[in-house]
């Protein structure tokens, strides 16, 4: 995941568009449905890539597997249920993620089983696959600002949420470092990112 290759960059950049995009906008479109149209007039309910996109933030994801995308803004107060809100808001796009993962995945096994997987469809739908699921499980880590700590947030007392917050949101973005380069993000994504893959490949095997 983290090796650079030039030769890839033609199948890792799209992956990693359609990733980066499909998960912001699984965000704005849940917001949207909770009743919160801020990342409407915010120009986010879209599959426009440029509407999402943090050049530096896709950038470092290509080169060291760790970066971010333009956050959604939401406001929690124009939601019908503020905590069902957050926390639908909150899972909407690391779910989005591991349903492009298995979609991608599908998909490859279909197009082999008819003869029509090329090396380089084969390529795409494999980063496909990899950035959507490593994605996925690295914004459910509950450190600021990623998902998981807001979904950590709604599912703590309010009080000890607030002082977690507190505690952690100050330093999150240089926690976050941290645990990348010293290789315990990768640690604790590998097994969940192998075992979802291997239950899409017993279950695509079952199917077909």
């Known amino acids: 995941m983290l090796d ?79 905590r069902e809100g957050i926390l639908k808001v909150s899972f909407a796009g690391p779910a989005a993620n591991l349903f492009l993962c298995f979609l991608a995945a599908l998909i490859g096994v279909i197009m082999a089983k008819f003869g029509l997987l090329s090396q380089g469809v ?18 459910l880590i509950p450190i600021p600002p990623l998902d998981g700590s807001k979904i950590l947030g709604e599912l703590l007392p309010p009080r000890t949420a607030y002082q977690y917050e507190n505690m952690v949101g100050q330093y999150g ?24 893959i291997g239950l899409v490949n017993s279950i695509l095997g079952i199917i077909f």
């Open 122 to 139: 084969q390529a795409f739908l494999f980063w496909t696959q990899m950035y959507n699921v490593w994605f996925a499980f690295f914004n």
């Open 4 to 82: 650079f290759d030039f030769t890839s960059m033609l199948y890792r950049i799209p992956a990693l568009l359609i990733a980066i995009t499909i998960h912001e906008y699984a965000h704005a479109q849940t917001a949207e449905s909770m009743g919160d149209p801020t990342p409407r007039f915010m120009g986010r309910l879209t599959f426009n890539p440029l509407a999402h996109l943090d050049p530096i933030g896709a950038l470092m994801l290509v080169v060291a597997g760790f970066g971010w995308a333009k956050p959604v803004g939401i406001n929690p107060n124009n939601f019908r249920n503020r």
């Open 173 to 196: 973005f240089y926690i976050l470092l941290a645990l990348v380069f010293t290789g315990i993000v990768g640690a604790i994504i590998n097994p969940f990112a192998r075992a979802y």
